[in-house]
Each structure stands twice: as C-alpha cells, then as structure tokens.
C-alpha cells in the first residue's frame, strides 16, 4: 500500500473496529489519530477536552495531521471524528468515510459490551440530543471530502474490508 488509507466518520460509527479488522487482514499497520495525540501530551483525550477545551484539541489534531503528512506513508490512519476538520486532510492519503446513521451509531455504542467506557471516553457524546445535533452538522461534510463513502450499516465486516481493499488497492 503506497498511500495511507484515512478512515473517517463519526463517533460510535467503528472506525477503530474496522480499521483493526483491516490491519490484521491485509497485514498493514494501523494508527489512531487521538492515540498519536494521548501519546505525545501524556493525557487522556477527555482530560484535554476538560482542562484545556475543544480548541486546543483541535489544534494538537493539526499538529497530528502535519506530522503524518511529513512522516507516515502506506499505513491506515484511523481518526477522531472531529479531525475531518485539518487544513491538510487531503494530502493525507485516500479518504474513506464509514457512514451510518444518528440511530444505528446510538444503538451500536448504547449495547456495546463495555459501553459505559466507550461513552465516558467521548466528551461530544455525552449528551444524545447534542451529539445528534452535530451529527446532523458534520454528515454532509463528512460526505464532501471523502473519496470513497462506505455504508456500514447494510454491509458485513468482511464487505466493508473488501471496499476498503480496493480505494487502498492492495490485495492480501
Ligand atoms: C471527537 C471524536 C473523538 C475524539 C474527540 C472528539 C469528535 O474520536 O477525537 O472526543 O469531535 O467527533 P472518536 O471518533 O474516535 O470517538
């Protein structure tokens, strides 16, 4: 794989679930956009959010992005939701969006086996009405700047894989 795959898409919607699937499958590695940012400031993404606020997340995933972009090649860069928003997506590598809907994306985090976890970790889901709101905001852009837009709900793991195969064309 010469270009990095980018995975983007909302909270909740799997990205991290795929894009392991994927990196086991097809034998790439696999790098997670909040786990870069925890692991250069030393804290945890929801800590971030509550001492220094939204917008210097935003800033660190910036500088996430510039770093990837000078140094990463061949390799999945699975995202936080919000990172959709760098200057420099774009350059990045192929972009593939995970698409699904508010409710699917709900009941998914809502019965997911350690789902309290997986809420608390999420600042921006933590009230339903809210992040249903910013969902509304984001699901067009979402669809503007992908390359290639895959619909999680109505295909199995193994199809989603496939898709993702091919905008990265590389075969097993
Ligand atoms: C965010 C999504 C989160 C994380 C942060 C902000 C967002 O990542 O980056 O809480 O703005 O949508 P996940 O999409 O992995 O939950």
Not at 104 to 119: E, G, P
């Amino acid at each position: 794989m010469e270009k990095n795959i980018i995975l983007i898409g909302f909270m909740g919607v799997g990205k991290g679930t795929i894009a392991r699937a994927f990196a086991k499958e097809y034998k790439v590695y696999n790098i997670d956009t909040d786990d870069l940012i925890e692991s250069k400031t030393n804290k945890e993404v929801k800590k971030i959010f509550e001492r220094y606020g939204e917008e210097r997340f935003r800033a660190l995933e910036q500088e996430t992005a510039n770093w990837i972009e000078a140094n990463v090649k061949g390799t999945l860069v699975s995202c936080g939701g919000g990172f959709y928003k760098v200057n420099n997506l774009k350059s990045l590598g192929t972009v593939v969006l995970l698409d699904a809907s508010f409710e699917w994306i709900h009941k998914r985090l809502k019965n997911a086996k350690n789902s309290k976890a997986k809420l608390a970790k999420r600042p921006l889901f933590a009230k339903e009405k809210e992040a249903k709101k910013l969902y509304n905001e984001r699901a067009e852009i979402y669809r503007q700047v992908a390359d290639v837009i895959v619909d999680v709900e109505k295909l199995a793991t193994k199809e989603i894989l496939e898709i993702i195969s091919q905008a990265a064309n590389i075969s097993k």
